[in-house]
Structure formats: structure tokens, C-alpha cells
């Protein structure tokens, strides 16, 4: 089987633009490389023909922002027929997004907003991924956010609402573990209750990545590597959800690729010790 | 709770709006509602604030950090985001420092941002297939005639009062340009495009710049041919030879 049609596993890493020069010098290796769809979209780019280039060595992932599937507009054409293209040119292994909304009113925030749970939204959100699922052509692979509010009107809770989505839907789901701690800590509900409530046979892959201390609230910056409370919820992941690829997401103040190396061989001992 | 009204207040309250945070937003013992909805605004202005100090770092050493953070903030909130595209973001910045009363002392900085934004815009357009100019001879010379050349996608033409591509060179790491010894109130016509992973800048003379103008907008080779007359010769010939020109089409 090639490698554009092999399919992904262990521990991957996050493909980022200050990496290009190491991996095309150094051909590192790396299982699978994510990369975040919506920096890609447009034809001809450098980053575009990059990515082509190294194709042909790694299997590939796609992970994007500007979906906005939980927004009351409706869904972005251009932004849709974009992502078919690319994933025509590139064959990725699968597409994720995030269960949020990051456009309305006809301006985008580039930014993950969170939504109320309730059964209007869970419909809403069902409808919209059922489009885009009709659109791609395949299932798509929903991520849960990390977050800082939790809205008056929501009435059940977010593995709740997840769980809804996803089997309304029939999407897979992107589970962040480091997205759970993050949320959990802001919210004071407990991650291990979050993470077995959800149905492991939809989940698709595992993120992982570091968050920063704000005192008041933990903030989801992925500029820090991955924490002993994380790395403790991600072993009970593993154990929950069973051999499920992992990716190492970083995404401010990026550090050599080396380092991103160390977190992934963390990620698979602990795996290899949970499974 | 109705989802649209809560999008579009938050959008609003994101890009410089009031908001009343509390009709939203759970308030507990650690943060009150209007703090977490602060959270989200200070991420959003951060992640488009940092777009903008990656797209214009030499403005942002013009002025320093804070400046640049103010004004970026100023900016955000008058040009939100519109397309899903994160590339598009920041193009009127140049346009916005122009006409920013605070920012008019440094006269060149409006300019200097214009560049930096051409570098941007070549970084993010499509490098396209060169044409084969060696069968430029099989057309009849009707054919020629009616012929339109093109710039490469990547390509801009920039006409500034100031000496705005020494100034970036000189603020580049480890360059040997010196500050002081730049006439920086000099006129100056210049090309930024990119060819594969370079992005050029060639200073043009007043006829180099008229030249690849009236190429943009696809002027057929008769009217260059008038327009330019004994000169067109060379200019055809260096803008071919220095990739100026990237392809040709027959007539319209």
C-alpha cells in the first residue's frame, strides 16, 4: 500500500510553517502530520506546494477553524468547495473541525466561541454537520473546545450535548484531552466523569497539548507542553477508548521539532503502558 | 435564548460593541460574566493582533510594541475580519495608519506597511505556470499584435515618496544597511513578487513602472507598441529575462 493511501496511526504531529525547512532537510520519523486545513485553501501558496511535497512521504490529516458549524449563518460555499478541492489534491486520511462558532454577522473571529447546550443547538448543529457531511462526501470528525463561559440557557451538559451530536449526526468525534482538563478546571466539573461519558466507538483521534495557568482560569494556548494532569487524563483515554491515534498539537512560541518529538514519544509510551 | 441574537451581540461586543454580559454568561466566585466574555474579546484581539505583528513587523518596530498594539486594537475593531481566509486579514492597515491622526508624525509608515502588505500578498497568491516564450514566433503578426502578457499572480507595483525597501532592509537581522545612511525622501518605483519560495523587490525606473502598468491592465502588444515605441524592445526583453513577465495570451 502507498503512503498516500496508508492509514494513520501513533503519534503524529502538528505540521506548522516554522517547520517546513527541518522536515524537507531532515525527512523526520513521523507517522502522520495534521495539517490546519484553512492555512492551505488557497491554490498555489507556498504552504500548498509544500505540503504537496511532502505528501508523497507522510500520510495526512486535516484540522480546521473556519467551518463555523455551530453558526446561525449558513455554510460558507466558498470555504466548503475550497476544503473539497484540497481534500481532492491531497487525500487526507480524514477532516476535523471544531464544535463551536467562529463567524456571524459576516465577520470571523478566527477564534473557537462556544455554545449553549440545548436540544434547538444539538439540532442546529446535527443539521449543519449532515450538510457538510454531504458535501465532503465522508463522515466529519468534530472536536471538542476548551472553554471560559458556560451559558444561562444550557440545560444538559457538554458530554451530553456531544454525545447527541454525534449520534445524530453519525460524525466521529476529535476527542482534546487537554480541551476536557481545561474546561473541567474553568467549570469545576469533573474530567474523568466528561471523558467516560463519551462513546469510544466514535472517537476518531486524541489531541494533546499544553494550556497556561492564568490563576483565575486556565487558557488554552498551546504554547506549553503537555501537563502531568493531562498526561494522567490522557492514560485513562487511552484506556477508555483503546488504540486511537494521537497528535501533538503547539501552536504559539513553537519550539524546535525535536521537542515536538519528545512530547509524541510520551504520548506513545503512555499509550503502549494503557492499552 | 435565541442563538442568533447571542452570535451577533457577541461578534459585536468582539469588534468594539457593548454588551451586556450577564444576560449570557454564568458568574460565579471565580470570574464574573463580564470577565469570561473578556477572556474571548482579549483572545480575539490577541490571535488578529498577532496576525497583523507577523504581517507588518517593520511598522511594528517603527513605533514600538505598544503603539502597535493600540493601533492594531483601533484597527481590529474598524476593520473586522471578513472572509474565512485568515491570509485576507489586514489589507486596509495601510490605508487605516494613512489616515490615523497619532500615526501622520511618521509620514513614511503608511507607505512602509503597503510594502509589507505586497510581501504578504505574494507570499499568499498563486505561483503560476511561466508561459513558453520561445513560441512566441509561431503566431502571426496579427496574432502578436493582439497579444496580452502578464505579470507573475504574486506581482505588485508600488510607487511610494519614500525609500520604503531600504528602510525594510535595514531592518532586517543582520543587515548592513544603516539607518542613517538612507536618503529616505526619495521617490521610488518598485516590483515585489515572488518566484518559488523568494520574494523579490526590484527598484523600476519611471519607464520600467509605466511599462509593467500598462501590462496589468492588459494592454494588447499594438498599444505597447505606440505607447512605447523605440523603448519596447528592452523593456519586453528585461522584463522577460528578470521574470517580470510570467505569460501571454492571445486577445481578449
Redo the contacts between chains.
Keep these: 500500500m502507498s503512503i498516500l493511501h496508508s492509514s494513520i496511526h501513533g503519534c503524529g504531529i502538528g505540521l506548522r510553517s516554522q517547520h517546513f525547512a527541518y522536515i524537507a532537510e531532515h525527512q523526520p520519523n513521523v507517522p502522520w502530520f495534521e495539517i490546519l486545513s ?2 492551505y ?6 504552504q500548498r ?1 509544500f505540503v504537496q511535497q511532502i505528501r508523497p512521504d507522510y500520510p495526512i490529516t486535516f484540522h480546521g477553524v ?1 467551518l ?1 458549524i ?3 449563518e449558513p455554510l ?1 460555499k ?2 466548503l468547495k475550497r476544503l473539497v478541492k484540497l481534500k481532492n489534491e491531497l487525500e487526507p486520511a480524514w477532516i476535523s473541525d471544531h464544535l463551536c ?11 473557537l ?1 462556544p ?2 447546550y ?1 436540544p ?2 444539538v439540532n ?1 448543529i446535527v443539521e449543519r454537520i449532515l450538510q457538510v457531511q454531504d458535501t465532503l462526501g465522508e463522515r466529519l470528525v468534530i472536536e471538542n473546545v476548551s472553554s ?6 444550557s440545560n444538559m451538559t457538554e458530554w451530553e450535548f456531544i454525545n447527541q451530536v454525534v449520534e445524530k449526526s453519525d460524525c466521529h468525534l476529535l476527542l482534546d484531552v487537554n480541551n476536557i482538563y481545561v474546561s473541567a478546571i474553568n467549570h ?1 466539573f469533573s474530567a474523568e466523569d466528561y471523558l467516560l461519558a463519551l462513546p469510544a466507538n466514535r472517537i476518531k483521534e486524541i489531541h494533546l497539548a499544553g494550556y497556561e495557568d492564568k490563576q ?2 486556565l ?1 488554552d494556548t498551546h504554547s506549553r507542553p503537555v501537563t502531568e494532569p493531562v498526561w494522567d487524563l490522557f492514560a485513562k483515554a487511552v484506556k477508555h477508548v483503546g488504540d486511537v491515534p494521537v497528535l501533538i498539537e503547539w501552536d504559539n512560541d513553537i519550539p524546535e521539532f525535536s521537542r515536538l518529538l519528545q512530547e509524541a514519544d510520551t504520548a506513545k509510551q503512555i499509550q503502549q503502558q494503557n492499552l | 435564548m435565541i442563538l442568533k441574537e447571542l452570535q451577533y451581540d457577541f461578534v459585536g461586543a468582539f469588534f468594539g460593541a457593548d454588551i451586556d454580559a450577564d444576560k449570557y454568561i454564568v458568574s460565579d466566585d471565580q470570574l464574573t460574566a463580564k470577565q469570561r466574555f473578556g477572556i474571548y474579546k482579549g483572545s480575539v484581539h490577541g490571535v488578529l493582533t498577532q496576525a497583523l505583528s507577523d504581517i507588518y513587523p517593520v511598522c511594528k518596530e517603527l513605533v514600538g510594541d505598544r503603539f502597535f498594539d493600540h493601533v492594531s486594537s483601533l484597527y481590529i475593531n474598524q476593520n473586522p475580519p471578513t472572509s474565512a481566509l485568515f491570509a485576507d486579514f489586514g489589507g486596509q492597515f495601510s490605508d487605516f495608519l494613512r489616515h490615523f491622526e497619532a500615526a501622520k508624525s511618521v509620514e513614511y509608515l503608511a507607505d512602509t506597511a503597503q510594502l509589507e502588505w505586497l510581501r504578504h500578498k505574494a507570499w499568499h497568491s498563486k505561483n503560476q505556470e511561466a508561459s513558453d516564450f520561445t513560441t512566441l514566433g509561431n503566431y502571426t503578426e496579427q496574432q502578436q499584435m493582439g497579444m496580452r502578457f502578464a505579470l507573475p499572480e504574486t506581482a505588485s507595483l508600488l510607487q511610494t515618496d519614500y525609500q520604503v525597501e531600504q528602510l525594510w532592509q535595514a531592518h532586517q537581522k543582520g543587515s548592513d544597511i544603516k539607518l542613517t545612511e538612507i536618503d529616505l525622501f526619495r521617490h521610488l518605483n518598485l516590483l515585489v513578487w515572488r518566484i518559488d519560495y523568494t520574494i523579490h523587490m526590484q527598484e523600476l525606473s519611471t519607464l520600467q513602472i509605466e511599462f509593467l502598468t500598462a501590462v496589468q491592465e492588459q494592454t494588447p502588444l499594438s498599444s505597447l507598441a505606440e505607447q512605447f515605441t523605440e523603448h519596447l524592445s528592452e523593456l519586453l526583453s528585461t522584463s522577460l529575462k528578470n521574470g517580470w513577465i510570467r505569460s501571454f495570451h492571445l486577445g481578449v
Excluded at chain 1, 471560559?148 to 440557557?153: A, G, P
Aim: hydrophobic residues 25%.
Design positions: 484553512d492555512n485553501l488557497i491554490e498555489g501558496t507556498v506546494e473556519g463555523s455551530g453558526s446561525v460558507n466558498d470555504y462558532w467562529t463567524s456571524a454577522h459576516g465577520y470571523n473571529t478566527h477564534d466561541i455554545l449553549p440545548t434547538d443547538v442546529h471560559y463561559m458556560q451559558f444561562k440557557d469545576h483565575t482560569h487558557l
